[in-house]
């Protein structure tokens, strides 16, 4: 069983800057994959972003391609998400989550272990 703990959420104004983090406890997380997800009010959970294990492939979905940055630390079990120029839209509850294997599917149930979330609020 893998345990993940987010933390870094918090509100910042449209432009802003916030780092995520993601750690990993029970197993060490060098060979799962990784994803980043957010859910907003009244809509479904959705893909973020995602990083494979090794060579570390990364994916992004168009809205926030050349804004977020998603990077891992295997030897301190760490998955990290730089977000940038945040706009209102990206306001949610963001989720880590691992699974095994390679790829970064885009589906929640792909993904086995799941964060409690960290809430990001952005203003306007």
């Known amino acids: 069983q893998v345990h993940l703990v987010e933390s870094g959420g918090g509100m910042v104004q449209a432009g802003g800057s916030l780092r995520l983090s993601c750690v990993a406890s029970g197993r060490t997380a060098s060979s799962y994959s990784m994803g980043w997800f957010r859910q907003a009010p009244g809509k479904e959970r959705e893909f973020v972003c995602g990083i494979t294990r090794s060579p570390q492939s990364t994916y992004y979905v168009d809205s926030v391609k050349g804004r977020f940055t998603i990077s891992r630390d295997n030897a301190k079990n760490t998955v990290s998400l730089q977000m940038n120029s945040l706009k209102p839209e990206d306001t949610a509850v963001y989720y880590c989550?691992?699974?095994?294997?390679?790829?970064?599917?885009?589906?929640?149930?792909?993904?086995?272990?799941w964060g409690q979330g960290t809430q990001v609020t952005v203003s306007s």
């Open positions: 989550a691992g699974k095994s294997g390679y790829d970064v599917p885009r589906t929640v149930r792909s993904y086995d272990y």
